[in-house]
């Protein structure tokens, strides 16, 4: 027996749970840098407890909580430019914050209004997939046609550790790989797919190893440290924009809320593990890196918080005072050029 | 005590989940070889809460909570369907089955006729399918049109707790694949008598919902009811197909015979829907009866949309009357 | 010169697939954002030769051999169509289109609606469908009507070279997804005059393939020859329908105000094919006009069958010849 | 960064190209065992060169050749009881000679006739599939029902290098490693899918790499060499039984032939590559061990084709002899039991 092919899986960390850097690992960033990723957190937290209340009250509907993710998600989203496109599933209200999306489309999206999904020009967020994992293929295309005209872009693909057990998710970053596609695939490792752990989603010790099935590079990351994902990501962007091929990242996280505000998920997960990662979710050790580098006080964030509702309230308030969708709409967007049919349907629909 | 013509021992009050689990756990436990497979169906109860409890009584050899995989659970189901199991999976929305369409046409509803009765699929896949729950994008589906087109595949499609019970219990002691569409909207809208005990219902036949002599309309699922309430005050025979594929030409053509009119309702965009297919069934066998145009009142040529205007893509009762007044003008 | 009523420069004669390859070829060629991708399609030529010789010509970047996934490939042709390229996807066969139904369903399909036109597919899936070649399983589907009953998709069928070349123009022009199914079975089988310069021909529009007025027969793709050679010695109108949908209902009301009577002839298994949807249309807009049963003559309820009896399957001309007969009589 | 997972891939030759066996790695086996590898290739090959005359003649239809993978197949196959089932692809003829499907069936499918596909009694074979790849989670299923029944058996499940690109290998592969299915997933990587060679097919280095995607042991064997493929084989059914889990194997063979009847490889493929890989086709090797053992002679060889022959003529024979399918089966065997409009259908078709 020979030895064809071995592998090493790595883990990345650059803050542990008190607060305090590796130096071996610490990217060179400046200050302002360090702001951005504790002033999005909160914009982001404050959004996705907004989106919680305007649920129970009725005023949006089924909404999936970001809660523990924050890091992983804007960590990841600010390693990537305005002009890169993101592919993202339906649990990354963290990632349209931190590109910029507006607010209130994407309240608009979850009061179930499809206009919300009407990305606005200068950003390339694609609408969210619903069906778990079918938009991976979708990155790797986007990829490739980058590659096809020259463009020295990258794409962010986002999903679950759910999402991972899907053959979309195989094809498309096998796809990927073969046309050293500029593509960051970010799996959201957050424990859970719903009532079904990790553990039981996959035999695989870690989804950071399958990158190696596509011959491409792979890494963990701890998903609670937003420095550590700002790191790999930017590290895998800037790979996949200079032709060096695509990157699976798994951040390693945890969903603190339930799957979604239908779900009830004392069900079927125990409350300690609940609390465990409470203790880890990533405001806290960035709140302690940045004090001891002089970047926190509690008047500095309470500023931010503030900041944050504010605009959280204008979005909200701004999507609700929309006029309501057309029905016309509805077969209006169906095709460019509707057909007779439908052009008789649409008058029947108010068109 | 007697119910619907029939001897029973008990009728207990219960919505459509309810009846479904029932007959989930009545089936599991008269024939070992059922096994209830799919996502978040053991622990979490699934979704719609549909499977509750059945894990507690029949442990996790019997009701398997599976990875995120609609194409590897319908394709392990359609194996383990062959080794000689009847598998019921669920599918959490219909909008998810499409992943796993090449298993269900290419070998579920082929393996019969590709071994010449050497191997067969008796696998049921139940899913959740139309408008109604105000739920995100692809959780609203009624693509029953595509299942009807693919021989070896029965299609079947309660309208309440009693016939959601029946019927799934058939489906299940059926030897070939069975796709068994739950309409969510009644899951827990109605509460009705329901045996206690296991009961069959067949499939393959359709139930008159209500006789009437002017005018058959023909609906199925959640639009019955709907097709009921647009009827009030005409003499019509309304007609709950049941079972989608095959579906009950005598009955049909029997009261197109008596009526002249017929009028289909569809959830489903209008092209390509069911309702042309009964229509043109129609249009063939009872031409010479037929005193009207046979009309099809169903969705429009659009994507159904999320929940601000799902209201307005399924025919209205508005919508509805005037099909019936369109036809009964003639 | 003049070829169907237009000025041309010069005519040659070609099969259905060197027609096709013609017209990849000029829209390759026409414009830079066509890109062809698939198994096969380049250094191989594609498994039916349609398009050998583009990847010499165009370069590995424009004709693209990808690993064996079809779900990946429509994936990724959907991000490549949304990014502003018009990838054209060859699917082996239409057997294999049904791995990647959810990225055509779900994704395709819906990806200007979903997105209220900030993005949208302007994506061609070419497969060749149908019996007639003698191939295995799973080779030989005509499965059109699950593709019609998709709000947000057009499905086009040529039926000869000049037809193939000019709807293909189009389709890879249309802002839409496009499904275009091309009869594998008429591939070689005929020579044409061809237009030699760029075409389009326009999506949405049946041609009178015989002009007639006693029998409206509705036909597409393959089956329309067979249609034609059942109804020598009638007097029948025969409409080649080409864009299956939207599928073009004006020329077909016209031609039943004419006729009385309507025969639709098609290749898949009757229950829920395309020719129910228009059944249905004419039983619902034109059944004052009828005198006769309106018949579908299709394929029987059951998987097409292999080599050995796949002419037992499709409609024979004498299956064909009594179902006009039939009509006929009235 | 730390290391959190390391893997090593191996690949198993026990006899090379020149017939000498690594006494490491060489199991005990009787000499009857040699004796029968060598035999079932002479017969599947026989077979195989019938079925590509027969095919030339136009007496069956399209015909993907085995020729060069004598040992992938067989050497697996026969790592297996009768009572164990197996699930193929298209390009099995080894396989199902290995396991005694009579001949004459596996020839009637070739000429278009489903009763070639109707497995007869005390064989588990199901029929071929045609769309690549989709029949591997049925034995995940089919591996997961033995469970289930307590039943010490497995499934060999074949499909190729390409088939390993498609989503649901991923999701057979995974769901079976989450419930150690007893199967053994057998990718016969011949080097070619159609026209795309096994380097654009994926990035990673080896299809075998992949079990660790799956938390399944996993190993690369020679495929030309009958000895390896069967340890390799035996030892992984063995594990599937006692309860281990599912195994990926690569069997690194060569399609030597064009890709079916329907195929020219010379459009796509170097000759020089097909020659190189012709030096170490299976027989050559096993050939040299067995002289070496005092097995093989020109007269022992001459005997074994010559009674391959015969098994062969008789099969064509009889496949030949039976009455053509009836129409009215298309039908019968839609279902169960028919409805009216199936009745009514089957009359029309003579039944
Ligand atoms: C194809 C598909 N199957 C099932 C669902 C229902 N569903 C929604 S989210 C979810 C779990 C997703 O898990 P994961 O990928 O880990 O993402 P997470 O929810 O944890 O963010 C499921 C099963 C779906 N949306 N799509
Ligand atoms: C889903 C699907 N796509 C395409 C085809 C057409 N096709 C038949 S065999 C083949 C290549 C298969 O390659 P591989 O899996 O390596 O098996 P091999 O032919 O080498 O034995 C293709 C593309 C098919 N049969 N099924
Ligand atoms: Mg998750
Ligand atoms: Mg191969």
């Known amino acids: 027996m020979t030895t064809i092919d071995r592998f090493e899986i790595k883990r990345l960390q650059v803050i542990d749970e008190s607060g305090n850097a590796d130096p071996s690992v610490l990217p060179s960033l400046p200050d302002s840098m360090y702001k951005k990723f504790f002033e999005t957190i909160v914009l982001a937290r404050a959004f996705n407890s907004r989106a919680l209340s305007l649920q129970r009250e009725g005023r949006i509907g089924t909404y999936p909580s970001i809660l523990g993710q924050e890091a992983s998600q804007i960590g990841s989203a600010l390693a990537f430019d305005a002009a890169d496109w993101f592919v993202s599933s339906f649990r990354e209200s963290g990632v349209f914050v931190a590109m910029g999306y507006p607010m209130p489309l994407l309240l608009r999206y979850w009061m179930g209004d499809e206009r919300g999904m009407q990305c606005p020009e200068g950003l390339h967020i694609y609408p969210m997939a619903v069906p778990v994992s079918s938009q991976i293929p979708h990155a790797t295309g986007i990829g490739m046609a980058m590659t096809y005209r020259g463009d020295k872009k990258a794409v962010a693909a986002y999903f679950g550790d759910g999402a991972s057990s899907r053959g979309d998710f195989h094809e498309g970053l096998n796809i990927a790989g073969v046309f050293k596609a500029p593509v960051v695939f970010l799996c959201q490792n957050n424990q859970w797919a719903i009532s079904v752990p990790r553990s039981r989603q996959t035999a695989a010790n870690t989804i950071a190893q399958r990158a190696y099935s596509y011959g491409m590079e792979g890494i963990q990351v701890d998903g609670n440290d937003v420095v550590a994902v700002y790191k790999a990501a930017s590290e895998a962007a800037a790979r996949a924009k200079a032709g060096g091929g695509p990157t699976l990242i798994e951040c390693h996280t945890y969903r603190l809320d339930d799957h979604t505000t239908s779900d009830d998920a004392s069900r079927y997960r125990d409350k300690n593990e609940v609390a465990d990662w409470q203790k880890r979710e990533p405001l806290i050790r960035l709140r302690l890196f940045m004090e001891k580098k002089g970047l926190w006080t509690q008047t500095y964030e309470d500023g931010v918080t503030n900041k944050a509702l504010e605009q959280v309230d204008k979005a909200v308030a701004e999507a609700e005072a929309l006029a309501p969708p057309l029905t016309a709409d509805i077969i209006r967007y169906t095709n460019k050029e509707l057909s007779p049919r439908q052009l008789k349907e649409l008058k029947e629909h108010g068109g | ?243 989608l594929k095959p579906y009950d030409e005598e009955t049909i053509l029997n009261s197109i015979k008596k009526t002249g009119r017929l009028v289909i309702v569809e959830e489903a965009t209008r092209i390509g829907g069911l309702g042309a297919e009964i229509s043109a069934f129609a249009a063939e066998e009872a031409i010479g009866y037929l005193a009207a145009p046979i009309v099809r009142c169903a969705g429009p040529e659009a994507v159904v949309p999320m929940a601000r205007l799902e209201d307005e893509f399924r025919p209205s009762t508005e919508r509805i009357r005037k099909a019936y007044e369109r036809v009964m003008a003639y």
Chains 1, 4 share one sequence.
């Open chain 2, 1 to 243: 005590m007697t119910h619907k013509g029939k001897d029973v021992m008990a009728l207990i009050k219960q919505n459509m989940v309810q009846a479904i689990n029932a007959a989930l756990s009545q089936e599991l436990e008269r024939d070992p070889d059922v096994v209830i497979i799919g996502e978040d169906v053991g622990r979490d109860g699934g979704v719609f809460r549909v499977s509750e409890g059945l894990l507690d009584r029949f442990g996790p050899k019997r009701v398997i909570d599976t990875p995120l995989a609609e194409l590897g659970i319908v394709g392990a189901a359609v194996g383990m369907a062959s080794y000689g199991l009847r598998p019921v999976v669920e599918i959490q929305f219909m909008g998810f089955i499409y992943a796993a369409l090449e298993q269900v046409f290419s070998h579920a509803s082929r393996m019969r006729s590709r071994s010449r009765g050497a191997f067969t699929c008796p696998l049921v896949i139940r899913t959740p399918y139309g408008i109604g729950i105000k739920a995100p994008e692809l959780h609203s589906e009624s693509s029953e049109a595509l299942f009807c087109h693919m021989p070896g595949l029965k299609v079947v499609m309660p309208s309440s707790p009693y016939n959601a019970k029946g019927l799934l219990a058939s489906a299940i002691r059926d030897d070939d694949p069975v796709l068994f569409l739950e309409p969510s909207r009644l899951y827990r809208a109605i509460k009705a008598d329901v045996p206690d005990e296991p009961y069959t219902l067949p499939i393959g036949k359709a139930e008159i919902f209500q006789e009437g002599k002017d005018l058959t309309i023909v609906a199925w699922g959640a639009m019955l009811h709907k097709a009921a309430e647009a009827a009030e005050g005409l003499d019509a025979e309304i007609i709950d197909l049941l079972t």
